[in-house]
């Protein structure tokens, strides 16, 4: 295959436009996912998902499902442009014998995609657990829900408690991700927001490593001919296939890596001094089943947020944008 060149601002702007579409989509289930997660043996709030997004909706209001949301929106851009931009760029420089790629390169390529998108992806998710998981906390505790900063949601037994005593229930102080931000920056630098960096090279890695190449040979599969691409449903089904299958494969890893970017516990939770302590105590006091919490949720949440992401990569906006001709790597 001959040499091309490729647009990195436009790939930028096509995993931009991708990850703030799929986010908008698909953030409720991730909620879930991150309360899920967190629950431990003998405190569970939630049953399964439904349940957990009945309760959110009950307790904390439609916008309740979307804690957390704004933080993911404004840093999902960055983080979807650099993984699916780096990617590309990889391939691009390991096809330049002309011929395809082996699997083993389509390999590196994505893990070098996923050890580039960590810069953004880590303060990303150590911002947005906490504002998710703030539910899961004020329900084990009894305690009201802030649904909006200028809002308060209580539960419905606090509501009854409340009520019967005649005692006016305090809530929590509406937290967002800036101030949540500010305090981690103050009291532990820079270092506070990469809490879990390790947690999350271990996820992301090994999910870009099983994703990019199963979704390319999947998506070469829907090809007329090896000068067409294949259609766009075909890339939406290839993505949704490829990323409900690495989102499982990693769940252990995610599992962990949530457990250790959960500042805030519950007044029983374990405590974690890293990678290595967290998997030995859920292992020894949950068991193994412990390390596929959330995994349904997990493949609900990429499965489609790929497969958009996709379809807006085959779309080409940003070539569209800088009047470009789109050019994927993926089928080389």
């Known amino acids: 295959m001959a040499q091309q060149q490729i647009s990195l601002p436009a790939k930028l702007i096509n995993g931009g436009v991708a990850g703030i579409v799929g986010v908008t989509c698909v953030f409720p289930i991730d909620l879930a996912k991150t ?4 629950q431990r043996r003998g405190q569970q709030v939630y049953k399964n998902m439904i349940d957990c997004l009945f309760k959110t909706v009950r307790s904390e209001g439609f916008f ?20 699916l931009a780096a990617n590309d760029l990889f391939r691009h420089h390991l096809a330049k014998d002309g011929k395809g790629l082996t699997v083993f390169r389509e390999m590196l390529a994505g893990c070098g995609a996923g050890m580039c998108q ?22 084990q505790q009894q305690k009201p829900v802030a649904a909006t900063p200028t809002k308060l949601v209580c539960t419905n037994a606090m509501l009854s408690r409340s009520y019967n005593s005649g005692a006016v ?14 305090e981690l920056l103050q009291t532990r630098g820079i270092p506070g927001l990469y809490k879990g960096l390790g947690a999350t090279l271990i996820r992301d890695v090994p ?22 691409s294949s259609p766009f449903y075909w890339a939406f089904m290839s993505g949704c296939a490829a990323g409900s299958t690495a989102a499982v494969v990693v769940n252990p890893c995610d599992v962990v890596k949530t457990r250790l970017q959960s500042l805030n516990k519950g007044a029983t939770e374990e405590t974690y001094s890293g990678v290595l302590d967290c998997v030995s ?28 992401a996709q379809v807006m990569y085959f779309v080409g906006v940003g070539e569209y944008i ?4 789109p050019i994927s790597l993926l089928s080389m």
């Open 35 to 38: 309360r899920l997660q967190n």
């Open 64 to 83: 309740g499902m979307y804690r957390g949301a704004a933080v993911n929106l404004t840093l999902v851009t960055p983080e979807k442009a650099i993984k």
């Open 118 to 139: 960590v810069i953004v992806t880590t303060p990303m998710e150590m911002l947005k657990i906490q504002l998710q998981d703030a539910g899961r906390l004020a329900a």
């Open 169 to 182: 229930v305090p809530g929590p102080r509406a937290v967002s991700a800036m101030q949540i931000a500010k």
């Open 207 to 228: 999910f870009s490593v099983v994703y990019f190449p199963l979704f390319a040979n999947l998506n070469s599969l829907g090809k007329p001919s090896l000068k067409e």
């Open 281 to 308: 105590k859920i292992m020894r006091k949950e068991g193994p089943a412990a390390f596929l919490k959330g995994a349904g949720c997990r493949a609900l949440v990429i499965a489609p947020l790929f497969g958009i």
């Open 322 to 325: 800088l009047d470009n001709s």
